[in-house]
């Protein structure tokens, strides 16, 4: 099926820790692959990127990471800080001008 | 340059009626989606608009339509509101390629009574 999943629906970390969010697909035509952040109230936001022939990127203080060979997302957050609590959306886009989106993790920063 | 803004953020309705949202794109983009966004279902598409043409739907029932300005300008409309279409409707707008990145302004609150 066509579908982009989350493993965990949350995620509470240490302020200071670093964050691993994943999420698994199942679509092997998909094009690329997209992180939002969605804060309370908000839409989502684009955080990061990464086409279909790239295993790594990296921004600052994300870094994600593509395993086309079991088709597996991550988003890396280094250093996790209060403003990074927020619900987390992988999307993918086959390159037919929709993104589809996982259910979201929600992350959750402690002091 | 300004982000992609919606109108009006919040509106409450009642079932039967119908409503008209109002997405203006970032400035050079062309290219404009919905999506709706509900705690049940998560974010769905609706459709997409590039050049005042949908390109793309979403499996959504008809009286969920839209349209597109040559402004770029969008707005999409749903008739005969059900208590189910309380959700939070977001636009996104891009440079029109197929994978270009899209930008979501900060969504419609729409609450059917």
């Known amino acids: 099926g066509e579908s982009v999943g989350l493993h965990l629906p949350t995620l509470s970390v240490q302020e200071g820790d670093n964050s691993i969010i994943n999420c698994a697909y199942s679509?092997?035509?998909?094009?690329?692959f997209i992180w939002y952040k969605q804060e309370s109230g908000k839409g989502p936001q684009f955080i990061i990127d990464?086409?279909?022939?790239?295993d790594k990127r990296q921004g600052q203080r994300v870094t994600v990471l593509l395993n086309k060979t079991v088709k597996h997302l991550s988003l890396q957050i280094a250093a996790t800080q209060p403003g990074d609590s927020a619900v987390y959306f992988c999307?993918?886009?086959?390159?037919?001008?929709?993104?589809?989106f996982g259910a979201g993790t929600t992350v959750t920063v402690r002091a | 340059k300004a982000g992609v803004t919606q109108t009006p953020r919040y509106l409450i309705k009642t079932r039967g009626q119908q409503v008209t949202l109002s997405c203006s794109p970032i400035?050079?983009?062309?290219?404009v989606s919905w999506y709706q966004q509900t705690p049940g279902q998560g974010l769905q598409f609706l459709f997409e608009?590039?050049?005042?043409?949908?390109?793309n739907k979403g499996n959504f029932p008809g009286r969920f339509s839209g349209r597109q300005f040559s402004n770029s300008r969008s707005e999409m409309n749903v008739s005969t509101l059900e208590l189910g279409d309380s959700a939070l409707y977001l636009c996104?707008?891009?440079?029109?390629?197929?994978?270009?990145?899209?930008?979501f302004g900060p969504g419609t609150r729409l609450t059917v009574l």
């Open positions: 996104a707008s891009s440079l029109g390629g197929p994978s270009d990145t899209q930008y």
């Open positions: 679509n092997s035509a998909s094009d690329y």
């Open positions: 990464i086409r279909s022939n790239m």
């Open positions: 999307a993918e886009n086959k390159g037919d001008y929709k993104l589809s």
């Open positions: 400035s050079g983009h062309r290219s």
């Open positions: 608009y590039f050049s005042e043409t949908q390109r």
